[in-house]
């Protein structure tokens, strides 16, 4: 038999678009059709399984799947047996309780004896244990924002992003429980030959995550000022130095993550940087 790993990423949703281009970035080709359930890669051993995201974890612990891109927030809700083996740093968001607007919050204790409604009740609940608050806890499995305004409960728990949701329903956030983004789970069982493929596909994604945290810096500087540019802008090893035509000034090539870049900038200027560019890198091995 082929031998070939098993990936489910959600069908349609807020984490397919970015879950498909990791793995396109990452170079490995498949064909993604609309209505398609199952694809195979042509240039990497591996199927993908287009699914809902509450069934991902599922899927994963049973081992139908080697292994799932799925919010955190699912993972924990659903309770199943699966290792996290990377956090991907998208479709960030969390799991907030809300009430309306116009209640007054003294605190947790505001919610004691009162009635929740949410699609999260295993988050939910241990949070309620932990905090000590007797409130019973209304499962539903959508549009959670109008249970306040239809009489359901006197709060809900639900994901939160921007909070424009919450707004347009007259709620206000006032409890953060959870925090997300998207994870790459594994069966906790892999076979070795399984684990070797796995590996592959987790080195590949580093280098596309670091890539895309990185930026390849390109400036002049006047050579008696190097010293100084070379400590702002370190690089990997250490950055190339090359001869501009005029001479006492050099280009100096180095990589640094975008956050150093902005917090070198003033200094880089002041030090005599000029000329100064910044280009994205799509890959990363270091
Ligand atoms: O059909 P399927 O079951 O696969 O998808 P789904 O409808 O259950 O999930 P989907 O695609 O909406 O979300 C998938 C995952 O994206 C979630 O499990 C979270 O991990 C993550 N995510 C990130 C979000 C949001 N941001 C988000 N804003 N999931 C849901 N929302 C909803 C939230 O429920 C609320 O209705 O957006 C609204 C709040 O957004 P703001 O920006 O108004 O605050
Ligand atoms: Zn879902």
């Known amino acids: 038999m082929e031998q070939i790993i098993r990936i489910a990423v959600q069908k349609s949703g807020r984490l397919s678009e970015d879950s498909l281009s990791l793995i396109k970035e990452c170079g490995i080709k498949f064909y993604n059709g609309t209505g398609k359930l199952k694809s195979t890669s042509t240039n990497f051993p591996i199927e993908f399984l287009f699914l809902r995201d509450d069934d991902i974890p599922g899927y994963v612990s049973d081992g139908v799947a080697d292994l799932g891109i799925v919010g955190e927030n699912e993972v924990t809700e659903k309770n199943k047996e699966v290792l996290t083996l990377k956090k991907l740093g998208f479709s960030k968001c969390r799991l907030s309780l809300a009430i309306p607007k116009g ?8 919610f004691q004896g009162k009635n929740i409604a949410t699609s999260y009740p295993k988050i939910l609940g241990d949070f309620l244990n932990l905090k000590k608050i007797d409130a019973a806890i209304h499962e539903i499995s959508g549009s959670v924002e109008i249970a306040p305004s239809i009489g359901l409960a006197e709060g809900i728990c639900d994901i939160v992003s921007s909070g424009s949701t919450l707004m347009m329903n007259g709620l206000k956030e006032v409890e953060e429980i959870f925090k997300s983004e998207a994870v790459l789970i594994a069966n906790n069982h892999l076979a070795e030959w399984k684990k070797v493929i796995v590996d592959k596909l987790l080195f590949r994604m580093n280098a596309v995550q ?15 000022s190097l010293e100084k540019i070379i400590s702002l802008i370190p690089g990997m090893r250490s950055p190339t130095i090359l001869p501009l035509a005029q001479p006492g000034w050099s280009s100096v090539h180095s990589v640094l993550s975008e956050d150093q870049f902005w917090e070198n900038i003033e200094e880089l200027r002041a030090a005599g940087a000029e000329g100064i560019l910044v280009v994205p890198i799509e890959k990363m091995v270091i």
């Open 103 to 110: 209640e007054e919050y003294s605190g947790i204790e505001y």
């Open 210 to 224: 670091k890539g895309r945290s990185s930026k390849y810096v390109l400036l002049n500087a006047p050579n008696e």
